[in-house]
């Protein structure tokens, strides 16, 4: 959430990079939407503030267009209905960057395991409708709560540890100490 909250920033205010890597700038202002159902809204709010993305009455600044908390979770999900209602929100907006927060969250209204191929189906399904309406998508999947290690693969729990291997991962690790051995 604090990486996408930084990414935004810098899509905001056109830089060239973030954390050290080129960035792809559209044309025309991208707007933002953020389905989070994994992050309360506070600590999602923090990371807005943070990067100046939030008014201090909660008022969403340029870019951020629309911004879902928990209380959402039952309304915007990966099932047939909720990609559809997230489909809807992001119609609205030309060429948005569709955040989703966190890929668990808004699989667990699909009662599938993840651990099995099937969970890819709603997956492919939302990123087939929100591309087809030119929406860039990230989809955020946390790891663990507790990290161990530095390791991106260890860190990632079921099928998410096979695509870890191959996505472009980043392992948010400078919020914990590191205890030194």
């Known amino acids: 959430s604090s990486f996408v909250c930084g990414l935004v920033n810098a899509l905001h205010h056109r830089r060239e990079t973030f954390l050290g890597q080129s960035i792809q700038l559209p044309q025309q202002p991208m707007p933002v939407l953020i389905f989070g159902t994994d992050q309360q809204e506070s600590d999602w709010l923090y990371f807005m503030r943070r990067e100046g993305l939030v008014a201090e009455n909660k008022d969403l600044l340029d870019p951020l267009e629309f911004f879902c908390s928990v209380d959402g979770q039952s309304r915007y999900n990966f099932t047939r209905q909720g990609i559809r209602k997230i489909k809807e929100e992001a119609e609205k907006h030309a060429f948005p960057l569709v955040v989703i927060d966190s890929l668990s969250s808004m699989m667990e209204p699909c009662g599938l395991d993840e651990n099995f191929s099937q969970y890819a189906g709603p997956i ?41 291997v191959f996505g472009w991962g980043v392992l948010a690790r400078w919020v914990a100490s590191e205890i030194a051995e």
């Open 124 to 164: 492919r399904h939302a990123l087939k409708e929100l591309t087809s309406i030119g929406a860039t998508v990230v989809v955020l999947h946390h790891t663990t709560k507790r990290v161990n290690s530095w390791d991106w693969v260890e860190e990632c729990r079921g099928s998410s540890s096979i695509t870890s």
